[in-house]
Antibody, heavy 121, light 107 residues
Framework: QLQLQESGPGLVKPSETLSLTCTVSGGSISSSSYYWGWIRQPPGKGLEWIGSIYYSGSTYYNPSLKSRVTISVDTSKNQFSLKLSSVTAADTAVYYC?????????????WGQGTLVTVSS | AIQMTQSPSSLSASVGDRVTITCRASQGIRNDLGWYQQKPGKAPKLLIYAASSLQSGVPSRFSGSGSGTDFTLTISSLQPEDFATYYCLQDYNYPPTFGPGTKVDIK
């Protein structure tokens, strides 16, 4: 059973960089037809796709955040990470890491439990 | 980016009701659409993929239909555990985009 777990600071100051890590257990970050990605949800609001990394190592970012986002993978630790720079209060959200199947492909979705990151001084 | 809209944004229904949620894409997306259910404080869960295929383990009262720009999620007989928020997701074009969600609560 695949499990994903987010870790990182719950409080980040404005203008600083938010850093989160997703640790994957029960499987490896190496399957095609899946997104290994970060998705966020501001309190009381909807879901926003931040970006994803494929098994090949290619990364894809939401253009609305692209200038501030970096997603990387450490296959030796079975982890992938998110960095979001120059944060503001608008970046306050629950951040999920997830392995999601592409919408036309059968497969199980796996999510971390989510971690609330608050941007405040 | 492809914009997704959903209607209604919220609805109140009773156990046993038939519920239909609509999702519309700003351009054609073939059947590159999934439906997710999210309960308060929990991560979303995949219900439907490829617009109309039922995810393994999901009750058969859930169904999806549509292609191109217009899609629907139907719950044939609402159960107490179905009160949640439902999101559509397209990945025809990058970035994948979610609809704004439809909250289903108890009447």
């Amino acid at each position: 059973q695949l499990q994903l777990q987010e870790s990182g600071p719950g409080l980040v100051k404005p203008s600083e960089t938010l850093s989160l890590t997703c640790t994957v257990s029960g499987g490896s970050i190496s399957s095609s037809s899946y997104y290994w990605g970060w998705i966020r949800q501001p309190p009381g609001k909807g879901l926003e796709w931040i970006g994803s990394i494929y098994y090949s190592g290619s990364t894809y970012y939401n253009p609305s955040l692209k200038s501030r986002v970096t997603i990387s993978v450490d296959t030796s630790k079975n982890q992938f990470s998110l960095k979001l720079s120059s944060v503001t209060a608008a970046d306050t959200a629950v951040y999920y890491c997830a392995r999601l199947p592409m919408t036309t492909v059968p497969g199980d979705d796996y999510w971390g439990q989510g971690t609330l990151v608050t941007v405040s001084s | 980016a492809i914009q997704m809209t959903q209607s209604p944004s919220s609805l109140s229904a009773s156990v046993g009701d038939r519920v239909t949620i609509t999702c519309r894409a700003s351009q054609g997306i073939r059947n590159d659409l999934g439906w997710y259910q999210q309960k308060p404080g929990k991560a979303p869960k995949l219900l439907i993929y490829a617009a109309s295929s039922l995810q393994s383990g999901v009750p058969s009262r859930f169904s999806g239909s549509g292609s191109g720009t217009d899609f629907t999620l139907t719950i044939s007989s609402l159960q107490p555990e179905d009160f949640a928020t439902y999101y559509c997701l397209q990945d025809y074009n990058y970035p994948p985009t979610f609809g704004p969600g439809t909250k289903v609560d108890i009447k």
